[in-house]
């Protein structure tokens, strides 16, 4: 069994959108604990390296009918040959990302730390991340669970 087996990642592959197909590259990057860098992205192709020099990982996808929203992988390489990461922090772990992955926990605990967050981020992923970015993704997760303040206040009567 080849580590890209169980990937979200592989030729023909569709994803609804640009966005949805960068979350699940940035997903598989740090639950593989490597970092792409990325070589071309525009409305209708995104092209993606592993940011080690000589690694063959890639990924290339590209829209497809007329819509230009649905994004196809067409070429796709699963195999590395680098170590992964060789430093701490992870270029892919975003507080957008951090707030998607704290999200369900902050619903149950709403006074969840972040530095809590930092450790639990350890635990799971293997990836230091700094409390100011635990800190902005708990922040964006409250968002996204309760709007923002300027929601609330066009909601005022």
Not at 121 to 126: A, L, Q
Request: net charge positive; charged share 30%; aromatic share 10%.
């Amino acid at each position: 069994m080849t580590e890209h087996e169980h990937s979200p990642l592989a030729i023909d592959i569709d994803f609804g959108n640009l966005t949805l197909l960068k979350e699940a590259c940035r997903d598989w990057a740090i639950r593989k604990t490597f970092e792409f860098k990325t070589v071309r992205a525009t409305k209708t192709r995104y092209e993606i390296v592993c940011k080690q020099e000589g690694c063959p990982w890639r990924l290339y996808a590209r829209s497809i009918g007329e819509a230009d929203n649905i994004f196809r992988i067409i070429k796709y390489n699963g195999d590395h040959e680098c170590f992964g990461l060789m430093h701490t922090g992870h270029k892919q772990a975003t507080a957008k990302f951090i707030a998607s992955w704290i999200l369900p926990k902050l619903k149950q605990q709403p006074d969840h730390r972040p530095s809590a967050m930092v450790i639990d981020f350890k635990t799971e992923f293997g990836i230091d991340i700094e409390y100011s970015k635990a800190l902005r993704g708990k922040e964006r997760a409250l968002e996204m669970i309760h709007g923002t303040f300027k929601d609330a206040y066009k909601a005022m009567p």
